[in-house]
């Protein structure tokens, strides 16, 4: 049965961690575990100034007209920006049909073909299930088809909004008809380092996930780019020379204007424009600054880790401590988790679920140790407690092992020893079940009357019994709360007395001898074993007196009476002379108890 207790905790600490392992695998707390690998992942870095972004704003729809705008005003532009010799244009604007009117568009290709720099976007539809892995487009939207010629590329801007509605990862790219379409800021990357002589980073080298998606590792808050309003540059208040050598996004910055605006973990509360997001994405590749999500089963491993040693260590540990210990082991992995997420290459990992299991498995251990706090208690409430008095079962589960080492103290108690009269005649006649069920009876009654009135039940020796009173408890009046043990006593042997006397012919009586003084109380005996008693002179004095006792005979010696004289009406028993006192003690008999 130990045993099998024993095993207990580990089995439940093995099935909080397969819990934890099943929630882990259907990222079942996904949203919560985002929201803390934001706060403690994403962090605002410096932001490059050879990114610039032309914002379709409100203040250029208010000077330039109601959108759309025609064709020939993007036209315009990408001359204007295009003759001071950019790096890179990356228009993020879905030109998808030509235009009703004949020879609308005609400026616009013309410019974006002569510019040789432009790169425009696509936008892919998909299917309702994907396998992991395979990200295959069902359709696609792009430039119409002289536009499409006359770019420099063209790449996707689908966007990937986790469930509480936060961008965290690009999608590098997908299959459409048998043919792979790059990221729109892929695509500018790539020309960026080609125009720059820069080698590009090889895509294999961009740690992605089963849906080939990679984690945006942001640089700047929303409008930490510098922006440029779209009809300040088609005024010519911006020259053309501003725009050299760097990289130019152009896209809506209006709210309302195709809803291109998202919110990302820099800044959740605060929309960030589509063409920023681009922005952030171009600026990673750039830096060649990435994180790679620790694989499931590496995660599960590095969980376990923390689980064993918070199974190991929590259990070892009071409250307050495992408190420190949790706090310790917390701080530890979170610092570990952070310095691993740092770097250009850094690793991530789902924590929610390893700090959670730790926590749990704290309130799990408070609980374990809670339970078997209580069945110990039980344990020793009903085992010991049929041994010795409540209030030493109470002392001893207060004090656990401090409260039973070895040693006592001197003070003053009050002693009682009681035995059967005509007990040894009686066990001569009856059988042995009998006897013993007669014993029982009267020590039974012995340790009812003793408990009542607030006395310990020190022992019993055969067929007698010591208590002790005002201790290990202070008890006042502990001389008259002795002398009204007695008296219950006394008044209830007369309903056993008289079962004896009708069933065996025979009867038994008490014989009472009560003595005060002072004693050394405590914990006596090998630390192996021990008893809680009282020794000394005071003890050896309340014996003697018991054994002058007659059959139904309560004595008392005159230190007791001259505690309770007033409470009892007494015979003056005078001088009797005890073994082992050289001087003969006064006695007193208890004739009545009066009430009290």
Known sequence: MVSALKKWP??????LFALCALLMFFNALGTFDYRLQDALYQKPEAISPNILIVGIDDESLTVLGRWPWPRDYHGELIRIIAEGRPAVIGY????????????????????????????????????????????????????????????????????????DGIVRRALLGFEYGGQRINSFAWEIYRLYAEKTGAAPIAAADIPVDAWQRTYIRYSGQPYSFEFIPFYRVLTGEIPPEYFRDKIILVGPTAIGLADDYYFTPLAPQVPMYGVEIHGNIILQLINRRFWSEISFIGQLAITFALAAAGYCLLRRCKPGIGALVLAGLAGLFLALIKAGAAGPSGHIISFIYPLGLLAIQYIAVLAEKF?????????????FGKYVAPQIVDKILKEGEAGLHLGGVRRDITVLFVDIRGFTPLSESAEPEEVVSIL????????????????????????????IYNAPLDLPDHQLRAVQTAWAMHQGTQPLQARLEEQFGKTVRFGVGIHTGSAIVGNIGANFRMDYTAIGDTVNTAARIESCSKPGQILISQEVYDHVKDYVEVTDIGLIQVKGKTRELQVYQIDHLLKT
């Not at 339970?371 to 085992?383: F, P, Q, Y």
């Not at 012995?446 to 055969?462: E, H, M, V």
């Open 92 to 163: 993020d604007i879905i030109f998808a049909e030509e235009s009703a009117a004949t020879g609308e568009d005609d400026y616009l290709v013309q410019m974006a073909a002569e510019a040789g720099t432009v790169i425009f976007p696509t936008y892919g539809t998909f299917a309702s299930s994907t396998r992991r892995g395979i990200i295959q487009a069902a359709g696609i939207s792009q430039p119409f088809a002289a536009l499409d010629r006359a770019a420099a590329g063209t790449g996707h801007i689908n966007t990937i909004i986790d469930d």
């Open 440 to 467: 029982n009876d009267y020590l039974t009654l012995c340790a009812q009357s003793i408990f009542a009135y607030g006395g310990t039940l020190d022992k019993y020796i055969g067929d007698a019994a010591m208590a």
């Open 10 to 15: 580990l089995i439940i600490h093995i099935s």
């Open 371 to 383: 339970i078997a706090e209580m069945l110990e208690k039980k344990r020793v409430t009903g085992v």
